[in-house]
């Protein structure tokens, strides 16, 4: 079993930043893949960004490269989502996930472990 915990979701104007985390507690192992997903309101929900555990190898969906970076703090067992020139259509609630598996990317379903989930707000 795995939990993941996300934090740092907020308000922020649009070109501002915020830093999302994700902490993980159970049975993770360095090839097993995580990612960062969001859901809009009435959309469905979307691949953001992954990379495996190890830290090694990441993928970016193409709405935001250059403006988002994922990394792994292996002494914390947390990646974080730094997220940069933020736009009012990055509005959403932001999902980590796992899974046992070391591909990295969509689709969600194939990710087996989920956090609550975090609001992430930003303003015209």
């Known amino acids: 079993q795995v939990q993941l915990v996300e934090s740092g979701g907020g308000l922020v104007q649009a070109g501002g930043s915020l830093r999302l985390s994700c902490t993980a507690s159970?049975?993770?192992?360095?090839?097993?893949?995580m990612g960062w997903f969001r859901q809009a309101p009435g959309k469905e929900r979307e691949f953001v960004a992954g990379v495996r555990w190890s830290g090694i190898n990441t993928n970016y969906a193409d709405s935001v490269k250059g403006r988002f970076t994922i990394s792994r703090d292996k002494d914390k067992n947390t990646v974080s989502l730094q997220m940069n020139s933020l736009k009012p259509t990055d509005t959403a609630v932001y999902y980590c996930?796992?899974?046992?598996?070391?591909?990295?990317?969509?689709?969600?379903?194939?990710?087996?472990?989920w956090g609550q989930g975090t609001q992430v707000t930003v303003s015209t």
């Open positions: 996930a796992t899974r046992l598996s070391p591909r990295i990317g969509p689709p969600p379903p194939e990710y087996e472990y």
């Open positions: 159970g049975r993770t192992f360095t090839w097993h893949a």
